[in-house]
């Protein structure tokens, strides 16, 4: 069965970086693709991000875009989030997602990042 698995949460200041890594394991199909989001405390789940399985088309909402970047690592089933001038609102659990070529989503468990003022 597929398993996602993130990583590289933690606790930082307003202004710092963090890259997010989502390990999946258990595949058996190729050509999906992987998608971040987040969930702050009372909030509904956000969509932030996604890439094609080549990696060449991605996706932002505008609340990231220009700060957030998105990549995979097809070799490593791995697909990253390397989110730089971090803000309290930035605060969240994120997840990631698969997505199968037949519409079927995989989620993983999620990482807190929480951003201090």
């Known amino acids: 069965q597929v398993h996602l698995v993130e990583s590289g949460g933690g606790l930082v200041q307003t202004g710092d970086s963090l890259r997010l890594s989502c390990v999946a394991s258990g595949l058996t199909f190729s050509r999906y693709t992987m998608g971040w989001f987040r969930q702050a405390p009372g909030k509904e789940r956000e969509f932030l991000a996604t890439?094609?399985?080549?990696?060449?088309?991605?996706y932002y909402v505008d609340s990231v875009k220009g700060r957030f970047t998105i990549s995979r690592d097809n070799a490593k089933n791995t697909v990253y989030l390397q989110m730089n001038s971090l803000k309290p609102e930035d605060t969240a659990v994120y997840y990631c997602?698969?997505?199968?070529?037949?519409?079927?989503?995989?989620w993983g468990q999620g990482t807190q990042v929480t951003v201090s003022s």
């Open positions: 890439t094609s399985w080549s990696g060449g088309g991605t």
């Open positions: 997602r698969l997505r199968t070529s037949n519409q079927y989503d995989y």
